[in-house]
Nanobody
Framework: QVQLVESGGGLVQAGGSLRLSCAASGRTFSNYVMGWFRQAPGNQREFVAG???????LYADSVRGRFTISGDNAKDTVYLQMNSLKPEDTAVYFCAVRSRGYMSRPSRWASDYDYWGQGTQVTVSS
């Protein structure tokens, strides 16, 4: 099993920044993709950003240029730096790990990810 623990969420004004962290523990994988998703009330869970262990990152169009995903393999941690936040970024943010299948490029599909964290709330006020 893999445990994922997100942190760094909170309340911020529009235009502000937050940095989310996701620490992984438990079972390790030689290859994997880590992703960030978000879910606002009444909406489906949507892809935000993803990073493979080696390869290129991928971003949703809505966050490209504002958010940056990065990973620290030594710490088994992935980060999501969120700048220029907007009220529409308000959601619960989840990190996830994909441990099988095609992993050279992140997937936008939540069903491709095997393990999920509990989520952290991000609220952006206008």
């Amino acid at each position: 099993q893999v445990q994922l623990v997100e942190s760094g969420g909170g309340l911020v004004q529009a235009g502000g920044s937050l940095r989310l962290s996701c620490a992984a523990s438990g079972r390790t994988f030689s290859n994997y993709v880590m992703g960030w998703f978000r879910q606002a009330p009444g909406n489906q869970r949507e892809f935000v950003a993803g990073i493979p262990r080696s390869g290129n990152t991928l971003y949703a169009d809505s966050v490209r240029g504002r958010f940056t995903i990065s990973g620290d393999n030594a710490k088994d941690t992935v980060y999501l730096q969120m700048n220029s936040l907007k009220p529409e970024d308000t959601a619960v943010y989840f990190c996830a790990v994909r441990s099988r299948g095609y992993m050279s490029r992140p997937s936008r599909w939540a069903s491709d990810y095997d393990y999920w964290g509990q989520g952290t709330q991000v609220t952006v006020s206008s």
